[in-house]
Structure formats: structure tokens, C-alpha cells
């Protein structure tokens, strides 16, 4: 990223004081995102995910911060208070790198997603980041849906703009793969395209975010966390500019049997076109609704898969 754009970003930061002073004296610190508290789970689990993902990078020996937005400022560390206040509040904002100035202007209470996070980072000096899935090409971005009553429906061109900040911000992106309700094979494609390396941690198939396995072998894929870290420092050395995404499976125990959770999101995704759910409600309603479908076993994946993600992006940060 551009020195200009970080500077600009960094006068709107408020970082907490435990935040600032590990950054100064050069100690790990892992930021953590607030859409999947404010909008991709419901409460009370996203409050008490938000306190275990904070819990488990602690645990790792960094410091945690988790990115919102209050008052006009992106918090790098945002306090219980206001996690609860993200987790219960109606109406939070859903906030990424196209409605960070208008969320910053309007003074709102904001919730911020991975692009956005990951501008935090860049202008806070955070180099690992960890989240749940991140966004990607939904179903039917690129070509024309056949919807319930007969209609061709034209293509939504639907690409989260995570896909966007991972090309241009370097920042590494611990994650469980791309989240499955998307067109998972589409986005590890625009990602190639855009040079953002993936990688799968200890498995050479691509983890599938609710399951282990997706089905799609991994681009790239290292043993363990020591090479995990030697790839990622290489990586922010050749000043490439664009992040990493590291993917991390699900833990055993807590995952989705893959049947089922295709099963789930298959109807999920038809059940969002029949109600006319487009933009950026698209993917919290989806995950709402596989939720209902899985009796809220996907819910239980989910938890999973986000304190296991904190806890080795706190890892990697230690070893970078
Ligand atoms: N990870 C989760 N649940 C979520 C998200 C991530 O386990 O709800 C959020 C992230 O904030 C991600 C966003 O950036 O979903 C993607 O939204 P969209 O598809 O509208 O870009
Ligand atoms: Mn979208």
C-alpha cells in the first residue's frame, strides 16, 4: 500500500493503549475482525466467540485487537464495552473499503469487514489478521442464473471487495478458507489473477470453512507453522504489496460433515435468490439460513473455526 493512503488512514485511527505499546516495542500483535460479531452470528455465540478469539490469541502469547469503527475513528482494540454493544446493537453497520468514509462521516457504530480490517492493520502496523472465511465471487457473479419462476437472471458480478484488499494491502489473512457458500473454485481463480498467494496450513487440500475438506486441492500448501511463517516472511519481504491468505481446517471435532453442509447451502443460496437478497445483506443472510437448515450445527463450525484461526494467527505472529 501507498505511504499517502496509510498516513491518511492513520490519522483516523484510535488504538488502545495495550495495542500501541506492543506495537512500539515490537511484540506480536493479531487483529481480529467485528462483521462476523455484528452480522455473521447471532447472539449470545458471537459475544462469547468475540471474548474466546481474543482469549485463544492471548493464549498464543500476542496481543489481540479487534477493529471497529465509534465516533468517526477505526478503533485498532476495541473494549468489552463495546463488543457488547456490537453484539446486541440493531441496525450496526456492515462496514468495508467502499463505506469506510462514509461510516467514518456519519459517526456510526460500525462493524468492519476483512477489507476493511485489513486497511486498519496497514495503517496500525498489524501484519497478521485472523477471521473466520473471507468473502469471494458468489454463485452466479458470472453467469446468468435461471431463477424459480423461468427467469434468466443476469450475472450479480457479486465479488467481495476482500478479494480487492488481499490483491493490494499486505497483510496475512488467517482464515479457514474462502467461506463455502461461495463459489470457491471462482475465487482461488480471481485471487491467482490478482497475485495473492493461498495457502493451506498442514493439509494439501483447500480447507472448506464449515468442513475440513472442500474437494479442491490447496495452490500452495506448507507442513506446519514454521514454514507457514518462513513463506510469509519471504512473502512481505519481496515488497510485493498484495496480503497472504492462509488457510487453517476446521478442527475435527467441530466441523460439518461436507454432505451436509452442501446440502444446507445449496438451499440457502436458492432460497436467497427466491427472496431477492443481493449486495452486501447476501452473505449474513446466507449464513443465517444455513444456520436454521444445519439446526445450528454450521453455528458450532463456525465458533470453532474462528478461535482456532485466532489462536494460529497468534502463533504466526510470534514467529514472524
Ligand atoms: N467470517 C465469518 N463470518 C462472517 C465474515 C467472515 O466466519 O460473517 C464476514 C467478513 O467480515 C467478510 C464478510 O469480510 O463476511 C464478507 O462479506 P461480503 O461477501 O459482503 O463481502
Ligand atoms: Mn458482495
Not at 74 to 84: E, T
Not at 192 to 202: D, F, I, K, Q, Y
Amino acid at each position: 500500500m501507498q505511504d499517502p493512503l496509510v498516513a491518511g488512514l492513520r490519522e483516523r485511527l484510535a488504538i488502545a493503549p495495550e495495542v500501541a505499546e506492543a506495537l512500539r516495542a515490537g511484540r506480536p500483535v493479531v487483529a481480529l475482525e467485528s462483521t462476523l460479531i455484528s452480522h455473521g452470528l447471532p447472539f449470545p455465540r458471537n459475544l462469547e466467540v468475540a471474548g474466546a478469539a481474543e482469549a485463544a490469541v492471548r493464549e498464543s502469547g500476542a496481543v489481540p485487537a479487534t477493529v471497529g469503527i465509534r465516533d468517526g475513528r477505526l478503533v485498532v482494540g476495541l473494549d468489552a464495552a463495546a463488543l457488547v454493544e456490537l453484539a446486541t446493537a440493531d441496525g450496526v453497520r456492515k462496514v468495508a473499503r467502499p463505506t469506510l468514509a462514509g461510516a467514518l462521516a456519519a459517526g456510526v457504530l460500525g462493524a468492519t469487514t476483512v477489507s476493511a480490517t485489513m486497511l486498519a492493520c496497514a495503517a496500525a502496523g498489524i501484519r497478521v489478521f485472523a477471521t473466520g472465511g473471507i468473502g469471494g465471487v458468489h454463485p452466479g457473479a458470472f453467469e446468468p442464473a435461471v431463477a424459480s419462476d423461468g427467469l434468466r437472471r443476469p450475472p450479480s458480478l457479486d465479488v467481495s471487495v476482500d478479494l480487492e484488499e488481499l490483491a493490494r494491502t499486505p497483510v496475512i489473512v488467517v482464515c479457514a478458507g474462502p467461506k463455502a457458500i461461495l463459489d470457491v473454485r471462482g475465487t482461488l481463480e480471481v485471487l491467482e489473477s490478482r497475485g495473492v498467494p493461498v495457502v493451506a496450513l498442514g493439509t494439501d487440500e483447500l480447507p472448506g470453512f464449515f468442513s475440513r475438506a472442500s474437494g479442491i486441492p490447496a495452490p500452495q500448501h506448507v507442513p506446519d507453522l514454521a514454514a507457514a511463517a518462513d513463506l510469509v516472511r519471504i512473502h512481505l519481504a519481496l515488497g510485493l504489496g498484495s496480503g497472504v491468505l492462509l488457510c487453517v481446517p476446521v478442527p475435527a471435532a467441530d466441523e460439518l460433515p461436507r454432505a451436509e453442509a452442501m446440502a444446507a447451502i445449496a438451499r440457502a443460496t436458492a432460497d436467497a435468490e427466491e427472496a431477492g437478497i443481493h449486495g452486501p445483506d447476501l452473505t449474513p443472510w446466507v449464513l443465517q439460513r444455513v444456520a436454521d437448515l444445519t439446526d445450528g450445527r454450521s453455528i458450532r463450525a463456525n465458533t470453532a473455526l474462528i478461535i482456532n484461526n485466532a489462536s494460529v494467527a497468534g502463533l504466526l505472529a510470534r514467529a514472524i
